[in-house]
Nanobody, 121 residues
Framework: QVHLVESGGGLVQTGGSLRLSCAASGRTFRSYAMGWFRQAPGKEREFVAAFKWNGGSAYYADSVKGRFTISRDNAKNTVYLQMNNLKPEDTAVYYC??????????????WGQGTQVTVSS
């Protein structure tokens, strides 16, 4: 079992920055892929960024490349999402997710409760 707790969402102006955090407890931190999805109002949930398991590399959705950076602190079992140059279209509920597999696919095994990010124009 993996328990995920997100934090760091909020309201920011266009061009601003936010950092999201996701703390994981339960299963060994390096034994799964971990990352972020988001869901905007009226839209389907979409992948944002993730790490491959066992300390693997990071990968990103094209829409956030160059603006978002995923990082982790293995000692704290925490993954971060640094979001820079935010745009109104980044407004969404952001969800942390874990997959007991090499990569994070569209149906992860565990989800966090979500944190709201709102970017004003």
């Amino acid at each position: 079992q993996v328990h995920l707790v997100e934090s760091g969402g909020g309201l920011v102006q266009t061009g601003g920055s936010l950092r999201l955090s996701c703390a994981a407890s339960g299963r060994t931190f390096r034994s799964y892929a971990m990352g972020w999805f988001r869901q905007a109002p009226g839209k389907e949930r979409e992948f944002v960024a993730a790490f491959k398991w066992n300390g693997g590399s990071a990968y990103y959705a094209d829409s956030v490349k160059g603006r978002f950076t995923i990082s982790r602190d293995n000692a704290k079992n925490t993954v971060y999402l640094q979001m820079n140059n935010l745009k109104p279209e980044d407004t969404a509920v952001y969800y942390c997710a874990v997959d007991l597999a090499p990569i994070l696919d569209s149906s992860p095994d565990y989800w966090g409760q979500g944190t709201q990010v709102t970017v004003s124009s």
